[in-house]
């Protein structure tokens, strides 16, 4: 308290968003990678998080497209080039690795869940 009597508060952001009523969504720093599984039995897209966090479970994606929609979703400055897709593979490779800080609803979006 000053001399006046005026009490000095300091607040940080997550602070004033917790005093206005908002939540406030915790950010993951996550390395994000997507292998593309290729067997006898199938083809899909699989999205892995790895981070210091709870494990989140792998997602998979059944085509491309519903791939490049979910990761659009969050980061819509990927562009195709930026996925590493080999038409005659024919083993689990690789697809894109990328280091991340998300939110909760980020994660969402993806489909990671704990």
């Known amino acids: 308290m000053s001399q006046s009597g005026v009490i000095y508060v300091t607040v940080s ?7 206005a009523g908002m939540s406030v969504s915790a950010r993951h720093s ?4 997507v292998q ?11 999205l892995v998080s790895y981070g ?25 400055e990927l562009s195709e080039a930026t996925l590493s897709i080999k038409n005659d593979a024919r083993e689990t490779y690789i697809v894109l690795t990328r280091d991340a800080e998300l939110d909760d609803r980020e994660l969402a979006l993806l489909g990671l869940r704990r």
């Open 13 to 19: 952001c997550a602070g004033a968003a917790m005093l």
């Open 30 to 33: 996550l390395r994000l990678v």
């Open 36 to 46: 593309h599984i290729q067997d006898r039995q199938r083809s899909c897209f699989r």
């Open 52 to 76: 210091d966090g709870p494990a989140l479970r792998p997602v998979e994606f059944p085509s491309l497209e519903m791939l490049r929609k979910a990761l659009a979703s969050v980061f819509p």
